[in-house]
């Protein structure tokens, strides 16, 4: 199904035009489309779960969770993904984790660090007596060769998020320092996602660029097995250094990358956790006996990248791609001029997500009016912008996207509004791995993809943009931007940090090399047979600690 889904253009604007597209297509596209009825139940509220209470759940058992996607690979120095995250947070600790107030917390450290007064040297005190999935210990050498790899590797997505670190070292057993050429204000919160992920050294030998197939980690769980697009299960590890809290002999993350089949897995009980519900699900969810929904805002978006210059794939010279929306900010404007986000919002998700403009979340510190400017739908002016820029109108664009049915039906969407400022979008679905592959080969001409989001902008942004981003796929690169981003995450000031990112949201406005479109929220459904759930504003869910619910 590489045609269009939707061909059918409409005039009107807003939510109920976007209804009317939705309605059309039902009858002219080969996926449904239906409007979302909208959230049944009152205004939601946070519910990050509770931690277990050993005195309720039972030890041993398994847990099904269904996930959305699939994972791309389990190597925390090439791993893209944020389904590869909810199965690295039971095996893969990191030196840093969050908690539900979205706080830095030590993990596998046992402080924060500690800042040379030149803002040149970071001390990170370790964990004592911890030891990997395969017996071998970590201490501060294994914490020199994970970042070593980090920064080395070919293909490493962490090289670009540790920015200016130049070196490590172990000082003794349990402290490492890392040098830094300039202050790097985003360190820690980098270190409490992938790049903070200590491998064991000996597995790193004996498997090279092959550790995702047998990761060996510090966890909770350890790997155990993986059945490409079906399932990966990892089991109790019992060198973990705190197995008291571990009640689960095993967890089975089972790919159903259908909402409603996850869903419909829940009210069964084949599965006791899902992620991603669908909004369309979601109403009922909230009120079904035995069923508990787990929701928070999240930190992250979801938008539209344009190929501008990856020509090569990542990691290789960007070129010239010769097309209009490659070449001329005019057209991607256009674009985003074209996009009714509050339609969207409303007649895909029943208004359960918020429309976005940025990659900085509104519920973090760095937050400002800047930050969070919006460019209005106006179809009329997309279109002369379109004459402006001398293309053809309607301008011809190819989109690649998840072929899931909740990506379809937000493609189908958007490709109806969008024809109202002159865009004949052409839907191309794709499987999600293949996605990732397809976008890091610079295999597309635009794509609708998201990310999970980080508490520092940052990580949100520069990795992205920046030239040689480590997932810069558009192929970007802005000399005057990235000079804003190396003055915003070197400033140790909190009110310039947060002005620098309202200039550097303005500047991505003045080129859209990614336009934003809205922000999920993240909405997880658990059954009372199980007990310990927890999701927090970064998205992960967290099962490593949770139990089978005494009977």
């Not at 199965?87 to 596998?108: G, N, R």
């Not at 000082?171 to 200590?198: E, Q």
């Not at 490409?228 to 689960?248: F, G, M, T």
């Not at 106006?378 to 109108?393: F, H, S, W, Y």
Request: charge should be negative; hydrophobic fraction near 40%.
């Amino acid at each position: 199904m590489k045609r269009s889904l939707v061909s059918r253009r409409i005039r009107g604007r807003g939510a109920g035009a976007l209804a009317i597209a939705l309605a059309a297509a039902v009858a002219v596209g080969c996926a449904p489309v239906q409007q979302s009825s909208g959230p049944a139940a009152a205004p939601a509220t946070d519910s990050f779960g509770t931690p277990a209470d050993p005195a309720a759940v039972q030890q041993g058992g398994t847990l099904v969770m269904a996930l959305s996607a699939e994972p791309d690979m389990l190597d925390p120095t090439q791993s893209r993904s944020l389904y590869s995250r909810y199965v690295f947070h039971t095996m893969c600790e990191k030196l840093y984790d969050l908690d539900e107030h979205t706080q830095i917390v030590p993990q596998l450290a046992t402080a924060l660090p500690t800042v040379s007064a030149d803002g040149l040297s970071v001390t990170i005190p370790l964990r004592q007596g911890v030891k990997f999935a395969d017996g071998t210990p970590m201490d501060a050498q294994s914490v020199v060769t994970t970042f070593q790899r980090n920064l080395t590797m070919a293909g490493s997505g962490r090289k670009s998020e540790l920015g200016p670190v130049t070196s490590v070292e172990a000082t003794d057993a349990s402290t490492v320092v890392v040098h830094l050429s300039t202050p790097f204000a985003p360190l820690t919160s980098v270190l409490a996602d992938r790049a903070g992920m200590i491998m064991s050294p000996a597995a790193l030998q004996q498997l090279g660029d092959k550790f995702g197939t047998a990761p060996v980690c510090v966890g909770p769980f350890k790997f155990e097995k993986r059945v490409a697009q079906n399932s990966i299960d990892v089991v109790r590890d019992p060198n973990y250094y705190d197995a008291d809290k571990v009640h689960l002999d095993r967890i089975t993350y089972r790919i159903i990358t259908d909402a409603s089949i996850r869903a419909a897995n829940l009210r069964s009980g084949d599965a006791q956790v899902a992620d991603t519900l669908s909004t369309q699900d979601t109403p009922a969810l909230r009120t079904t006996p035995g069923i508990q929904v787990l929701e928070s805002n999240s930190l992250g978006y979801q938008g539209i990248t344009f190929n501008i210059g990856n020509v090569a794939g990542l990691d290789n010279p960007l070129g010239d791609k010769g097309t209009p929306v490659a070449n001329d900010p005019r057209v991607r404007r256009a674009f985003e001029l074209a996009v009714d986000r509050q339609g969207l919002v409303q007649a895909v998700f029943g208004g359960l997500y918020a429309s976005a403009c940025s990659p900085i979340s509104p519920d973090t510190a760095f937050t400002s009016e800047a930050a969070q400017a919006c460019t209005p739908h106006d179809p009329d002016a997309a279109r002369k912008l379109l004459e402006e820029a001398g293309v053809t109108v309607p301008y011809k664009i190819a989109m690649i996207t998840s072929n899931n049915p909740d990506s379809l039906r937000l493609a189908q969407a958007l490709q109806a509004t969008v024809a109202t400022g002159g865009f004949d979008l052409e839907i191309q679905p794709v499987e999600y791995s293949a996605l990732l592959d397809q976008q890091d080969r610079g295999d597309f001409e635009m794509l609708q993809l998201g990310w999970s989001g980080r508490i520092d902008p940052d990580n949100n942004i520069a990795n992205y943009l920046s030239t040689g981003g480590g997932q810069n796929v558009a192929g970007y690169s802005d000399p005057a931007l990235d000079a804003l981003l190396t003055q915003a995450r070197t400033s140790t000031d909190q009110a310039e940090r947060v002005r620098l990112y309202g200039e550097i949201v303005t500047k991505i406005h003045e080129a859209d090399p990614i336009v934003y479109l809205y922000r999920q929220r993240n909405l997880t459904g658990v059954t009372d047979s199980v007990s310990g759930v927890q999701v927090f504003p970064d998205g992960i869910v967290r099962v490593a600690f949770a139990g089978l619910t005494r009977v």
